[in-house]
C-alpha cells in the first residue's frame, strides 16, 4: 500500500523555521514528483511547490519564494520542505503528495497524500 507521511509542523513564531518531512513507504519514491499543498481555515487547498522526480522544483505561491525551499533524499525516500522567516499567513495544514514523474500545481493530478501536518505561526 502506497502511503505517505508528514512531519515536522508545530507552532513557530514569526520569522522563526520549520522543516516538514514527506516519507514514503511501501514505494520508492524515484520516479514520482512530490508536492507539497496548504489549506488555511476556510480557504481552498492551494499548491505551494513541487518537486519533480529528477529534482528539479516549481514554485506555485509568488509569496514563498526564497521563503520555502524543496529537497529530495531518495535514499532515505523522503521529501523535505524547509520553510523559513514564516509568516502568520502561512498558517495552514501542509500536505504532501505524489504523482508519477512531473509537479502539477493541480491537486485533482495527485493520487497519493498523506494525512497533513498542522503549521501554526503565531506569536
Known amino acids: 500500500q502506497l502511503q505517505l507521511v508528514e512531519s515536522g509542523g508545530g507552532l513557530v513564531q514569526p520569522g522563526g523555521s520549520l522543516r516538514l518531512s514527506c516519507a514514503a513507504s511501501?514505494?520508492?519514491?524515484?520516479?514520482?514528483?512530490i508536492g507539497w499543498f496548504r489549506q488555511a481555515p476556510g480557504k481552498e487547498r492551494e499548491g505551494v511547490l513541487c518537486?519533480?522526480?529528477?529534482?528539479?522544483?516549481?514554485n506555485y505561491i509568488d509569496s514563498v519564494k526564497g521563503q520555502f525551499t524543496l529537497s529530495r533524499d531518495n535514499a532515505k525516500n523522503t521529501v523535505y520542505l524547509q520553510m523559513n522567516s514564516l509568516k502568520p499567513e502561512d498558517t495552514a495544514v501542509y500536505y504532501c503528495a505524489a504523482r508519477e514523474f512531473f509537479c502539477s500545481g493541480d491537486a485533482s493530478l495527485f493520487r497519493n497524500w498523506g494525512q497533513g501536518t498542522q503549521v501554526t505561526v503565531s506569536s
Open positions: 518537486i519533480s522526480h529528477s529534482g528539479r522544483s516549481a
Open positions: 511501501g514505494f520508492s519514491l524515484n520516479p514520482y514528483a
